[in-house]
């Protein structure tokens, strides 16, 4: 058995009009083994080439990328790749960041990443949060507008005495169809209940 791990290369361009070959030179002078590529945008969900490389990939092995971006739509897209390969027992080399999580400093960038993401996060809950108190203070309350009682009532009554279709009353009023049900089940459940 071949004591030295095995360096699986993964290489995408976004349009097949490009071409792979300074990555594919840089992944070859890294050791690869095999190289898969794909020629498609990161963005696509579905990308057959890394499909493959995924299924193809063995605790031990390392994925090696010529950066980051090749392999990973976004932050959090790269953090959740690590993960999953971090559970196979799959290592990550990206040339261009120099990032090798084999290394104690690879690792550590990698969880770097991590909390920079979790900050972010966090601090978006916070500005949101921060913004709904400033609105409730000046008496906003958020959320959608209550609809006019009279126009529910207006609603209620044509539907209720004419041969109106709901969809139609509700054209004519200018109230939604499902506001006009929730309503007529509120006065229904309000007169038998009296």
Avoid at 67 to 93: D, W
Avoid at 127 to 135: L, Q, S, Y
Wanted: aromatic share 4%; charged share 25%.
């Amino acid at each position: 058995m071949d004591p030295m791990p095995n360096r699986i290369g993964y290489a995408r361009v976004s349009t097949t009009g490009q071409n792979l070959d300074s990555q594919m030179d840089a992944l070859t002078a890294a050791g690869c083994s095999k190289i898969f590529t794909d020629k498609v945008s990161g963005a696509k969900e579905s990308r057959p080439e890394w499909d493959h490389l995924v299924e193809y990939l063995r605790a031990g092995d390392t994925l090696v990328v010529a950066e980051l971006s090749r392999m990973t739509r976004s932050l959090m897209h790269l953090l959740q790749t690590v993960k999953v390969l971090e559970a196979r027992g799959v290592n990550l080399v990206s040339l261009r960041e120099n990032i090798d999580t084999t290394t104690a400093t690879g690792r550590a960038f990698i969880g770097m990443i991590g909390v920079v993401n979790q900050l972010e996060i966090e601090l978006k809950a916070e500005r949101a949060a921060a913004g709904r108190a400033a609105a409730k203070a000046r008496g906003k309350t958020g959320g959608r507008p209550k609809t006019d009682p009279k126009k529910l009532e207006q609603a209620r009554i044509l539907y209720e005495n004419s041969d109106l279709s709901a969809k139609a009353v509700c054209e004519q009023v200018g109230i939604g169809r499902r506001t006009l049900f929730a309503y007529l089940a509120s006065v229904n459940a309000a007169a038998s209940g009296r």
